[in-house]
């Protein structure tokens, strides 16, 4: 991608038409916690970025979300099944514990985590 000056005398950035300008995982309102636990199910880039833009936390998706939400968010087959097993075993290992401990909670409004702002 370049730069063209606009009539304005400014720089301008161009990208190739029909392109969506990219999210980084990196970006501060990102749940970190849920962008290193999805890297470690070995999801690509484009597939984190779909959970980062629907503002999903780390305890939204192991506590929370059904297969349906994973569905809607457009995800190939393979990696949406991988998710939903994942979150599964989280489901099936903790409630034999019987009780309900999250990694992260979103809820909390002193952690500027980016989730629930």
Aim: charged share 25%; hydrophobic share 25%.
């Amino acid at each position: 991608y370049g730069s063209q000056r606009s009539a304005a005398g400014s720089d301008v950035a161009t990208s190739p038409v029909g392109l969506l300008p990219q999210i980084s995982v990196t970006d501060s309102s990102a749940d970190q916690g849920l962008v290193d636990w999805l890297q470690g199910l070995g999801l690509d880039q484009g597939s984190i970025e779909r959970f980062v833009m629907e503002e999903y936390c780390h305890d939204d998706v192991l506590n929370y979300v059904t297969r349906e939400d994973l569905r809607r968010l457009g995800l190939r087959g393979g990696v949406e099944l991988r998710v939903w097993r994942a979150v599964t075993q989280y489901r099936k290992d903790h409630r034999s514990k019987g009780s309900h401990t999250s990694p992260h909670n979103c809820n909390n409004t002193e952690q500027s985590d980016g989730c629930g702002d």
